[in-house]
């Protein structure tokens, strides 16, 4: 399809004031493939209310995982605009730019709702967490992306399991599991990681949280799996 027959679908939407905090947080929605396979899909089994929903329940979800209550403690973000886009891949954000794939959406077999909410979690974590102002690793910042994911509960089934992995920063699953398990070592594990890496990161951090190095955490983790 010539890119000059693409239909173009927008859906703006503003959500009230929080009381709780302050804030106004103004969403938009466009569909830029919604003549395509799954761009269709999207519109019949997802559609702009249900992304609406989402997209409001994640924000709220991540200001409270990371203990953020405060507008002065999260990124000046007020605008947050989701694509559903005909490209590769599953999604990935941008500065306040999240974009879903409806190549994935045409092909995902299981339960849609859940996968696109878990995308939606993942990547609106991107908008609103600290990364060290660049100096973060890759793998820490996508593991806490879906150990926000996580702990929504739209775990796929083709995560790995508590335990398994090469690295602490492999990323993503592997990741979100182990600080899974430092937050059982420290409730608000997370929140606290990310409050410091608010203006760089280092990975004494973890000393300085659980009184362990990265390194003897994710051994311990290991060994608590072994058997």
Not at 149 to 174: F, M
Request: glycine share 8%.
């Amino acid at each position: 399809m010539s890119k000059h027959m693409v239909m173009f679908i927008s859906f703006v939407l503003t959500l009230t004031v929080l009381p709780e905090t302050g804030a106004t947080v103004k969403y938009n929605i466009t569909n830029t493939a919604a003549e395509t396979l799954g761009g269709v899909r999207y519109e019949n089994q997802i559609g702009f209310k249900y992304s609406k929903h989402t997209l409001k329940s994640s924000t709220l979800f991540i200001w409270r995982i990371f203990q953020q209550k405060d507008k002065a403690e999260r990124a000046n973000v007020t605008h947050v605009h989701l694509f559903i886009d005909d490209m590769d891949g599953v999604a990935y954000c941008e500065n306040d730019e999240i974009h879903v794939s409806t190549n994935y959406i045409a092909g995902y077999q299981a339960d849609l709702k859940t996968e696109f909410s878990g995308v939606i979690y993942h990547e609106m974590t991107h908008v609103w967490q600290w990364n060290g102002n660049d100096s973060a690793p890759q793998g820490l910042i996508e593991g806490i992306a879906d150990f926000v994911r996580l702990k929504s509960g739209h775990i796929p089934t083709h995560w790995v399991q508590p335990g398994q992995g090469d690295q602490w920063d492999q990323g993503y699953d592997v990741t979100a599991r182990f600080l899974d398990h430092c937050e059982g070592l420290r409730n608000g594990f997370v929140a606290e990681l990310n409050k410091k890496m608010r203006y760089g990161y280092s990975v004494d951090y973890f000393v300085d949280l659980v009184g362990k190095t990265v390194d003897l955490l994710w051994s311990e983790y290991k060994a608590a799996y072994h058997s």
